[in-house]
Each structure stands twice: as structure tokens, then as C-alpha cells.
């Protein structure tokens, strides 16, 4: 799977939006781009994944560059309960068996 | 977590205790997972499982064991324990997907596990 490269940590005040970036520029044609987070140790959260096109769901809207080197998951208007902190991942759909690998992720804190 | 459930959610040990760590699936997927997570680091992958009576190594597996007797059971075990097994436990499931379609990983909420 390839690497991914994100800020260590991030502010954004409340209401307003949560641009999150991640680089990811080994990313092969059949690999998958995910987003998790994990508030205040509980288990991962899945937040959106997307393969070339943008994609948006009920949490958030994620924005992949057209060579599919670089992302951004968008929280469109961040609350206090969203500070945690984002894993970006990206894997092959099941061909065989690989299991997700998360790096350090970057840590969001919302500031009221 | 809707869908899966880790048993016990804290658990102190003494050194060289042994004990088992549950997680159970009620979303009939195939494929299980068992992570750790320490202080300021991402998830380490210990043991996965592909579908029931299957097993296979991940990145940290020395010091567990684990079993997937039934589909909806993942079980992790600590033959001996030691201070640096010291950690958080998630457990994660997820069903191979179409072909087509890419599908998220499901996770509990977690065992917090202290060994003295």
C-alpha cells in the first residue's frame, strides 16, 4: 500500500470548515483512499473513501487532485465533537487480505 | 460500535499472567483484525483473520496467539504477559466487497489492558 504524508496537527475554529489534507503520491490506479478518525481513544471512525472521483457522505466531502497524488477530506462546518484526529489511508480493494495500516494521523482540535 | 464488541473493555494483569481478549462480530464478515494502538502512535496490525479456522501474522505478532474457531469470534491471547503489552486492543471486521466496490473496516471500542 502506499505511504501517506499528513500534517501532524491542525486548528480550525468552530463552524467553520476542516480542510484536511494528505499527500499520497505513490498511489497506485487500483488503490482506494480512506479517511478515518479516532475521537479521544475510542475505536476508529470511518469517515469516507473515495477512489478517483470526490466524494461526499453525511460527515464530510473528500477531494482527490486529479492525478490522485494528494487529498483533502472537508468537514464542512466543524463542531467541538469533531476534534480527533484524522487518519488518511490508502489500499488496494480486497486482493487477497491486506488490512488497513494507519500512520500517526493528523490531530484536529476545533477551537470554540 | 454498532456491530462489534470487545470483552473485557479494561483489564489489569500481572506479569507473566495469562488471559484472552474477545471480540465479536454480529455482521457475518469474513475477515477480522486485531490492533494495537500505545501513546501518540497510530494502530499496529498483531494477528488477522481472512474467514473461520484461517490465522495469519501481522506486523507485531510475537507475544500473542489468536483463534477463529467461529466465524463471528476473534480471539487474542496472551500466553505470558509482559509490561510491554502494555496497550490499547481494537478489534476490526470487515466482508471482502464485490469486486467492484471497496468496503470500510469496521472497529470496536476498544480493551484498555495495564500490565503491572
Known amino acids: 500500500d502506499a505511504k501517506t504524508t499528513q500534517p501532524p496537527s491542525m486548528d480550525c475554529a468552530e463552524g467553520r470548515a476542516a480542510n484536511l489534507p494528505c499527500n499520497h503520491s505513490?498511489?497506485?490506479?487500483?488503490?482506494?483512499v480512506y479517511w478515518y478518525r479516532q475521537i479521544h481513544s475510542q475505536g476508529p471512525q470511518y469517515i469516507i473513501h473515495?477512489?478517483?472521483n470526490n466524494e461526499t457522505n453525511e460527515m464530510a466531502s473528500l477531494i482527490i487532485t486529479e492525478d490522485r497524488k494528494s487529498s483533502t477530506l472537508i468537514l464542512p462546518h466543524a463542531t467541538l465533537r469533531d476534534t480527533a484526529v484524522y487518519y488518511c489511508?490508502?489500499?488496494?480493494?480486497?486482493?487477497?487480505?491486506?488490512?488497513?495500516?494507519f500512520g500517526k494521523g493528523t490531530r484536529l482540535s476545533v477551537i470554540a | 460500535n454498532a456491530g462489534v464488541t470487545q470483552t473485557p473493555k479494561f483489564r489489569v494483569l500481572k506479569t507473566g499472567q495469562s488471559m484472552t481478549l474477545l471480540c465479536a462480530q454480529d455482521?457475518?464478515?469474513?475477515?477480522m483484525y486485531w490492533y494495537r494502538q500505545d501513546p501518540g502512535m497510530g494502530l499496529r496490525l498483531i494477528h488477522y483473520?481472512?474467514?473461520?479456522?484461517?490465522?495469519a501474522k501481522g506486523e507485531v505478532p510475537d507475544g500473542y496467539n489468536v483463534s477463529r474457531l467461529k466465524k463471528q469470534n476473534f480471539l487474542l491471547g496472551l500466553e505470558s504477559a509482559a509490561p510491554s503489552q502494555t496497550s490499547v486492543y481494537f478489534c476490526?471486521?470487515?466482508?471482502?466487497?464485490?469486486?467492484?466496490?471497496?468496503?470500510?473496516?469496521?472497529f470496536g471500542d476498544g480493551t484498555r489492558l495495564s500490565i503491572l
Open positions: 489511508i490508502v489500499r488496494v480493494v480486497y486482493i487477497g487480505n491486506t488490512p488497513l495500516v
Open positions: 505513490t498511489i497506485s490506479g487500483n488503490e482506494y
Open positions: 473515495g477512489l478517483k
Open positions: 455482521m457475518n464478515h469474513e475477515y
Open positions: 483473520s481472512v474467514g473461520e479456522g484461517t490465522t
Open positions: 476490526a471486521s470487515i466482508s471482502p466487497p464485490p469486486w467492484d466496490r471497496a468496503q470500510p473496516q469496521h
